[in-house]
Nanobody
Framework: QVQLMESGGGSAQAGGSLRLSCAAS????????MGWFRQTPGKKRERVAV???????NYAASVEGRFTISKDNVKNTLDLQLSELKPEDTAVYYC????????????????????WGQGTQVTVSS
């Protein structure tokens, strides 16, 4: 049974930093696209950052240069370093794994995700 377990998150001041971690279990194939999404009330879940099986990364324009996604294939973990935080980064953040190994990673949307973490709240105050 595939499970994604997030940790980290919390509250920070604008300009500050936080780190999110996701521990994946129940599968060992590292060929899936993985990423982080976020959601605020009344809005669709949006892709923040993804990493493909080769370790290549892609970011939403709103976080490019401020967030860094990284994957450890040995530990089967996925991290997201959030820096230079802004109030508009406030959201629930979700770890995600693609449904298929062939899912185009850099265009993965929420409909392409087969597994989600439980979500972790990030709140940034001005």
């Amino acid at each position: 049974q595939v499970q994604l377990m997030e940790s980290g998150g919390g509250s920070a001041q604008a300009g500050g930093s936080l780190r999110l971690s996701c521990a994946a279990s129940g599968y060992t194939n590292n060929m899936y696209c993985m990423g982080w999404f976020r959601q605020t009330p009344g809005k669709k879940r949006e892709r923040v950052a993804v990493v493909d099986s080769a370790g290549r990364t892609n970011y939403a324009a709103s976080v490019e240069g401020r967030f860094t996604i990284s994957k450890d294939n040995v530990k089967n973990t996925l991290d997201l370093q959030l820096s230079e935080l802004k109030p508009e980064d406030t959201a629930v953040y979700y770890c995600a794994r693609a449904r298929y190994t062939a899912t185009p990673c850099f265009t993965m949307s929420y409909v392409d995700v087969a597994y989600w973490g439980q979500g972790t709240q990030v709140t940034v105050s001005s």
